[in-house]
């Protein structure tokens, strides 16, 4: 359900405001190629303000707009929230505040959507305040906590669960994903390195069976497609997007800018958090037969298909990466539709390396 939410919110805050942006170049080069590097607006005589570059002013107080994006933001949160517990946590126990060690965990690709859900949670929340005309450091500092706002409740509400516990990982991955896109704005007033979310449906679905004897399923990857996307890791490779002419070239190179290059983490052929379990012919104490297996009933009556460990399979990738957000574009409204699209990596050409196999392989389009 959580989950849910904040997909849409993400869009939500995106489609509502108008498209009126300052982390991301459109068109023709601008005043914001030629920032100066200026760490947290220190200006010099070492106040901390606004320099003469930054393209927003400061401004005392906050304006209405920028208090009606708080406001509704602290109310989708306290949304979430609630549904969050409704669905998830009132008919789990609670107890005493306690910690769990899930690192290991899906081969980790689940720390990487932590990091990559608050980066860009990060990106929307200080979207959305620059859009109203607040000022950058303002705007980073209440707008991109957004993401580790609502992931830090999630966690704190784990903790109170007696089927899972606060997790140091989690928590972890949040800080990083809200720290990078936080430390660019301040130094770069611009993203150069983006974290981006691909997604296929891998099948391992298929395998999410509790008890194969009625087909009962876990869903643990995932009920439907929305669910999928977040819930099957098997599927889901998460990308960091390296700006090329921002990071090595200057302002009057004619390499394109919305070209730049990724490395993409995932993994394949996971059933289960740690183990593709082997059932032992009855349920186990916890009800599981080992998510893993495949009973069918119809054409092999009595017999059990395992995806085996062998298929637990972490994967690297490099591919060209299509900033569409920095493809030069006069319109508001088509600049705003592809600033809520470029979180998404674009399929492009990709060569993967696996290293337990040690071998590479070439996918013309990948996503």
Known sequence: MVKRCVSFLLLAILVINPARSFNYISGSPSK????????????????????????????????KSAAIVLGTEAVIIAGIMSSLYTSWYSGSETGGFHFYNDNGEWLQMDKFGHANSCYNFANIGYEALSMT????????????????TIMTMVEIFDGLSSDWG????????????????????????EQRIALKYSYHYSG?????????????????????????????????????AFDVKSLFMNDKSRYPSW????????????????????????????GNWGRGW???????????????????????FLAPDIDISRIP??????????????????????????????RFAWHWLYF
């Open 259 to 286: 070209l730049g290059w990724a490395i993409g983490y995932g993994a394949e052929g996971m059933t289960g958090e740690y183990n593709n379990y082997r059932p032992a012919g009855k349920a186990g104490e916890d």
């Open 294 to 316: 495949e009973f069918d009933p119809e054409n092999q009556p009595g017999k059990l298909e395992y995806m085996s460990n062998d298929a637990r399979q972490r994967r690297l």
């Open 32 to 63: 914001d190629l030629n920032l100066e590097i200026n760490p947290f607006f220190v200006d010099k005589t070492g106040d901390l303000s606004l320099s003469d570059n930054n393209l927003n002013k400061e401004k005392p107080g906050l304006s």
């Open 133 to 148: 005309g607040l000022d950058e450091r303002r705007s980073i500092l209440y707008g991109a906590p957004l993401g580790i």
């Open 166 to 189: 606060f997790s140091w990982g989690d928590m972890t991955a949040n800080i990083l994903g809200t720290g990078l896109f936080m430390a660019q704005q301040a130094y770069w007033h």
């Open 204 to 240: 391992c679905s298929k395998y999410d069976v509790r008890n194969p004897n009625t087909m009962e399923r876990d869903y643990i990857m995932g009920k439907d497609w929305l669910d999928r996307i977040y819930e099957d890791y098997s599927g889901v490779t998460v990308w960091a």
């Open 329 to 358: 574009c006069k319109n508001k409204t088509l600049k705003h539709v592809l600033r809520v699209l470029s979180a998404i990596k674009i399929p492009t050409p990709t060569l993967e390396y696996r290293p337990g196999e040690d």
